[in-house]
C-alpha cells in the first residue's frame, strides 16, 4: 500500500537559520563518553599486534616493501573515540571511517586534528553498509591519509551499533525523551523519513508491531492504540507529545513500580526503525566481509538482545553455518492472540515505511 510523502517543513529565512546556527555552535554542549570497550576493541583488532610487526620489519629500511601498511575501517566514527584509540595504539597505521552524521563527522575531523593523527584518517559520509563501492575509489587511485598511499588490503573492521551520547545531548535530534523537541531520530537528516512519519502514518497494527519486535515492548498493543486515538484530531510533531501518550498508554502502577522511564523502549524502537539499524548490521557485517583481508577481523559491538542475535546470525551465515541452529539463548515466543495481521518474522523487521 503505497503511503504519502512527508509533509515539507517550513523552511526559516536564510538569515535566520545562519543565526540559530551561530547560536546553536556556540551554546550546545559536547557530550561524550568514553568509547565502549576500547581494550577488548583494539585486542580483537589485534592494533598493537601489527604496530610490533611493523617495527620489527621496518629495521630493514633498505626494502620499501619492509614496513607494514595496517588499514583499518570504523564503520561508524561517531565522534572518533575508537578511531582514535586505533591510531594511538598503532603509530603508523591509517583508518576509514564512515559515518551518516555530517554533524558528528564534523567534530570528530576537529577531534582528530586536535590530537594531531588526522593526517592519517579519511573520513567518508556514507553507510557502511555500501562499504565495497564506497571503499573502491580508495583501492585504485584515491589516497588514504595525508602520505598519499592506497589502499592494498583491509586489515580490521569495527561496527560500534547504536547512537552517541553526543547525538542525544542535542534536543533538536529528537532522540532523548527527557527534552521537548522536534520528533526526528534520523542520523542523517537529508533521509526522508523520521519518527514523526512512523508514528502518523503507519497503521496501528504496523505500529504495534514495530514497537514489539524492535524492542519487545510489553505495552506495545496499548501504546499503538493510544497513539492511533489521538492522531485521529492532532499530528504528533514532539517527543514531548509522544512521551505524555506513552504515560497515558502504561497503567500507573506499571509506571510507579518500574526504575526505568516509560518512554524508553518507544524511543529505542523508533529510532531503530527510523535509522535501519537492523537491517544495517546485518547487511553491513556482509559488506564488510566482502572488503576485509584474509585472517581479517570484523568487530561489532551491540547493546540490546536484538542487536546481538542479529549480528551472530549474520556470523554464522558467513561461517557456513544455518541461520536457524541454536543462537545460545532461550527465545520466549509472543503470545498467539498477541500477534496482529501484518505479523512479520522479526529476523527480517523493518518499517514498513523505511
Known amino acids: 500500500m503505497s503511503q504519502p510523502l512527508p509533509m515539507e517543513p517550513e523552511v526559516p529565512p536564510r538569515d535566520e537559520l545562519n543565526e540559530q546556527a551561530a547560536a546553536l555552535e556556540q551554546a550546545a554542549p559536547v557530550r561524550l563518553h568514553p568509547p565502549a570497550m576500547v581494550n577488548e576493541v583494539l585486542a580483537y583488532l589485534r592494533c598493537r599486534d601489527w604496530a610490533d610487526e ?3 620489519e621496518s629495521s630493514d629500511e633498505s626494502s620499501p616493501e619492509a614496513r607494514r601498511d595496517a588499514v ?9 573515540g575508537h578511531t582514535l ?11 576509514v571511517a ?23 584518517v579519511t573520513l567518508v559520509q556514507g553507510d557502511f553498509r555500501d562499504a565495497p563501492r564506497l571503499l573502491q575509489p580508495f583501492f585504485e587511485n584515491q589516497k588514504v591519509g595525508a ?23 542535542w534536543p ?33 497494527s504496523d505500529l504495534e508491531d514495530l514497537l514489539f519486535k524492535f524492542s519487545d515492548e510489553r505495552w506495545a498493543r496499548r501504546i499503538a492504540a493510544t497513539i492511533a486515538d489521538y492522531r485521529r484530531s492532532h499530528v504528533i510533531r514532539t517527543t514531548g507529545e509522544l512521551v505524555s501518550l506513552i504515560e497515558a ?20 524502537a523508533l529510532r531503530l526503525a527510523v535509522n535501519d539499524e537492523f537491517w544495517a548490521l546485518d547487511h553491513g557485517a556482509w559488506a564488510l566481509s566482502l572488503v576485509l583481508a584474509p585472517a581479517a577481523r570484523l ?37 498467539p492472540e498477541k500477534l496482529s495481521p501484518g505479523h512479520r518474522d522479526s529476523r527480517t523487521a523493518r518499517s514498513p515505511l523505511t
Do not use: W
Open 72 to 80: 583499518f575501517v570504523d564503520g561508524t566514527l561517531g565522534t572518533a
Open 299 to 335: 568487530v561489532i559491538l551491540t547493546y540490546s538482545s536484538h542487536e546481538d542475535r542479529t549480528v551472530k546470525r549474520t556470523f554464522r551465515r558467513l561461517a557456513g553455518r544455518s541461520v536457524h541452529s541454536d543462537m545460545g539463548r532461550p527465545h520466549r515466543k509472543r503470545k
Open 98 to 120: 564512515f559515518d551518516r552524521d555530517v554533524d558528528s563527522m564534523e567534530f570528530a575531523r576537529q577531534r582528530l586534528e586536535a590530537a594531531g593523527v588526522a593526517q592519517r
Open 54 to 56: 611493523s617495527s620489527s
Open 172 to 204: 533538536e535530534r529528537g532522540l532523548s525523551f527527557r527534552a521537548d523537541a522536534p520528533l526526528d531520530m534520523r542520523y542523517d537528516r537529508t533521509q526522508e523519513i523520521s519518527a514523526s512519519d512512523l508514528v502518523n502514518r503507519l497503521s496501528t
Open 85 to 95: 584509540a586505533m591510531l594511538q595504539a598503532h603509530p603508523t597505521c591509517r583508518v
Open 147 to 169: 602520505d598519499g598511499r592506497p589502499i592494498t588490503q583491509i586489515d580490521g573492521a569495527l561496527v560500534d551499533a547504536g547512537m552517541s551520547l553526543f547525538q542525544v545531548a
Open 249 to 268: 498508554a502504561i497503567p500507573v502502577a506499571v509506571r510507579r513500580q518500574s526504575r526505568v522511564h516509560p518512554a524508553t523502549k518507544t524511543f529505542a
